[in-house]
T-cell receptor
Framework: DAKTTQPPSMDCAEGRAANLPCNHS???????VYWYRQIHSQGPQYIIH???NNETNEMASLIITEDRKSSTLILPHATLRDTAVYYC???????????FGAGTRLFVKA | DAGVTQSPTHLIKTRGQQVTLRCSPK?????VSWYQQALGQGPQFIFQ???????QRGNFPDRFSGHQFPNYSSELNVNALLLGDSALYLC????????????FGDGTRLSIL
């Protein structure tokens, strides 16, 4: 499974869009990109995933570059409750192992 | 629709003891993975169970073992506990061996004295 690189922390103003980058330059063609977040004292929460097309759901949007070497998670209107550690993960279809990095600690400020 | 449930939520043990943690997967899920999360770090993969067999294992010693039952629930056993085993133990479930995402429980906080 490919490794990912994320900034250790980011700030965002409440109501503004939060754009969280992730570098996965060694990603293989059959590896999906997944995003999770973890709020203090809770288990990681699934947000979104994609292979090569941009994806959107009720929580966020995922933008994957054409060469698939990086991606951006977009929270369109960040709230204080979005303060959490965000993990970007790549995993092969049917792969058993999920490797978490250190993630990005997002602080949403009023 | 109940999500992933883990028990107990907190546990205190002493060095050398043995512990069993339990996980019930989300309804419709048949694959269970276990992770260890030390304070301030990301979760580390321990192993995954599918069709009652251990499919892949992370870099953890044999003191860590598991089991999956016919109803897809799972147990994590840790023998000869060390102080360094103090962590949050997370269970995640998913459906099948495809690109479906894992769903996590809130974990068991294990403290070793």
């Amino acid at each position: 499974d490919a490794k990912t690189t994320q900034p250790p922390s980011m700030d965002c103003a409440e109501g503004r869009a939060a754009n969280l980058p992730c570098n996965h330059s060694t990603i293989s063609g059959n590896e999906y990109v997944y995003w999770y977040r973890q709020i203090h004292s809770q288990g990681p929460q699934y947000i979104i995933h994609g292979l090569k097309n941009n994806e959107t759901n009720e929580m966020a949007s995922l933008i994957i570059t054409e060469d698939r070497k990086s991606s951006t998670l977009i929270l369109p209107h960040a709230t204080l409750r979005d303060t959490a550690v965000y993990y970007c993960i790549v995993r092969v279809t049917g792969g058993f192992k999920t490797i978490f990095g250190a993630g990005t600690r997002l602080f949403v400020k009023a | 629709d109940a999500g992933v449930t883990q028990s107990p939520t907190h546990l205190i043990k002493t060095r050398g003891q043995q512990v069993t943690l339990r996980c019930s997967p989300k309804s419709g899920h048949d694959t269970v993975s276990w992770y260890q999360q030390a304070l301030g770090q990301g979760p580390q993969f321990i192993f995954q169970y599918y069709e009652e067999e251990e499919r892949q294992r992370g870099n953890f010693p044999d003191r860590f073992s598991g089991h999956q039952f016919p109803n897809y629930s799972s147990e994590l056993n840790v023998n000869a506990l060390l102080l360094g085993d103090s962590a949050l133990y997370l269970c995640a479930s998913s459906r099948g061996q495809n690109n479906q995402p894992q769903h996590f429980g809130d974990g068991t906080r294990l403290s070793i004295l």
